[in-house]
């Protein structure tokens, strides 16, 4: 598997992207003292297999044997991360350590206990610029990633669960996962909302 030439070949678009990315996750690491050179790795191949077609990420997936659940089967861009995971963990790159790879895997969804580097590469990808009307909360998410990694994952977790429930969208179970286990620590950090007439 020859991941440098699938990621020379992604569209300019995707390269731009992964350059912001990179960019934000190297100034989040360096404030938290990680290693730099695989959260550099992570970032430049988190979006490998982002412009895969749905059909054939399923079918990857199938191949490689990894696990697809029902919100996959109704959302199947969402296995990219999994897949370009798997693919850098063959290509047997010495930066592919498990937790590069499991930050490539769960980039798009988090998960709970990730590492460091895992929360990182998650963070970076949803403070990218060009998805502020995605996530208008960046700058909120973004200022507690300079002190405390866990209570950026809970904002924005929290913030994007609370966003999809008022457009009536699906919630990613392992979204609900990770919320639940974070909530007794940084519960605090959230503003309650008021029910309308109060």
């Not at 360096?30 to 399923?58: C, G, W």
């Not at 199947?76 to 897949?83: D, E, F, N, S, T």
């Not at 457009?167 to 909302?193: K, V």
Request: charged share 20%.
């Amino acid at each position: 598997m020859n991941i440098a030439k699938l990621h020379d070949d992604l569209p300019a678009s995707l390269h731009a992207h992964i350059r912001r990315v990179s960019h934000i996750a190297l100034e989040i690491g360096r404030i938290h003292s990680l290693d730099l050179e695989k959260i550099a790795f992570a970032t430049q191949y988190h979006d490998l297999a982002r412009v895969t077609p749905p059909k054939l990420l399923l079918t990857e997936c199938k191949n490689l044997g990894i696990p697809i659940g029902d919100f996959e089967k109704q959302l199947p861009l969402l296995l990219h991360g999994p897949v370009a995971a798997a693919w850098v963990q063959v290509a047997d790159n010495a930066l592919a350590s498990p937790e590069v790879v499991e930050a490539i895997q769960h980039h798009s969804v988090a998960s709970p206990n990730m590492s460091q580097i895992a929360k990182v590469v998650f963070l970076a990808d949803k403070l990218d610029p060009h998805k502020i009307e995605r996530y208008p909360f960046q700058l909120e998410v973004s200022k507690a990633s300079t002190h405390d990694l866990d209570k950026a994952l809970f904002i924005f977790i929290h913030r994007e669960i609370a966003m999809r429930l008022g457009l009536n969208q699906l919630i990613h179970p392992q979204s609900i996962t990770t919320r639940n286990y974070l909530l007794e620590s940084y519960a605090a950090s959230i503003e309650p909302t008021k029910p309308e007439g109060q």
